[in-house]
């Protein structure tokens, strides 16, 4: 870790409809209502111009993007969401927690478009200045499962999630290799456990590390 502060950085990382954004929600409501300052933020987006890069990334009908645009154009937006808003947020001593970060890169431009990770994660760790979370919440789900919770109701799939089986099970895989190459950075969940059951080992692994804590020391 590059910079030194109190804060602590958490991301939520797993295939589309994993649950990523109730778990970000319940861990935020948990922490402010235990007093701890929270900002909540997800990528891409999280800044005004990762918000525009995230609509040109994600929408259809911007034509054929090509793998290395599409990994440059998330990094792009990671690159002002890590300097604009999550360092300083922790450098305040806030908790950021995330809706995807890096590994969502790793796996979705690594694997599933076939960049692989390498040269993604040296793309990434350039465009963040090394900025990695302290914990990473891995929910990992079948792909199939993720998209039946996904397009539950009417919602339509965005560019990414539209892509067949094959690619949600490569970038599934990624995913876990990930947390298995740094075991310790990561909490890894089944995402077909139940919503109360998840959101209480996230709180209880947050807890402890918040615990552990030593402010100053984010080495
Ligand atoms: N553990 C769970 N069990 C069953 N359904 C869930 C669970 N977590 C989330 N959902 C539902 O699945 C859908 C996708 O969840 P969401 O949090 O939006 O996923 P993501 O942000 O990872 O795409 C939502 O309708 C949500 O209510
Ligand atoms: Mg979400």
Redesign the pocket.
């Known amino acids: 870790m590059s910079i030194q502060s109190p804060g602590l950085f958490i991301a ?1 990382e ?11 929600a319940r861990l935020s409501d948990a922490l402010e209502s235990r007093g701890f300052s929270v900002l909540r933020t997800r990528e891409p987006g999280g800044t005004p111009i990762g918000e525009k890069l995230r609509s040109l990334v994600l929408d259809h009908g911007h034509g054929t993007i090509d793998a290395r645009t599409e990994a440059l154009m998330f990094a792009a937006a990671r690159a002002a969401h890590a300097s604009q808003v999550i360092r300083p947020a922790l450098a305040g001593g806030s908790v950021v927690i995330t ?1 995807r970060y890096i590994d969502s890169s790793v796996a979705y431009q690594g694997a599933g478009r076939g960049l692989g990770a390498e040269g993604v994660l040296t793309l990434n760790d350039w465009a963040t200045e090394g900025l990695h979370p302290d914990l990473t919440v891995l ?1 990992d ?1 079948d792909p199939s499962d ?1 998209r039946r ?2 397009t ?1 109701g009417d919602a339509t799939e965005d560019r990414l999630e539209s892509e067949p089986d094959a690619f949600h099970s490569a970038i599934r895989h990624a995913f876990l290799d990930l947390a298995e190459a740094s075991p310790s950075g990561y909490l890894v969940l089944p ?5 109360d059951t ?1 959101a209480a080992e996230i709180l209880d692994r947050v807890e402890s590390l918040l615990a552990d804590r030593v402010p100053g020391d984010r080495s």
């Open positions: 939520f797993g295939g589309d409809g994993a649950g990523k954004s109730t778990q970000a809706d929910l789900v993720g919770r996904r539950a995402a077909s456990a139940d919503i998840l």
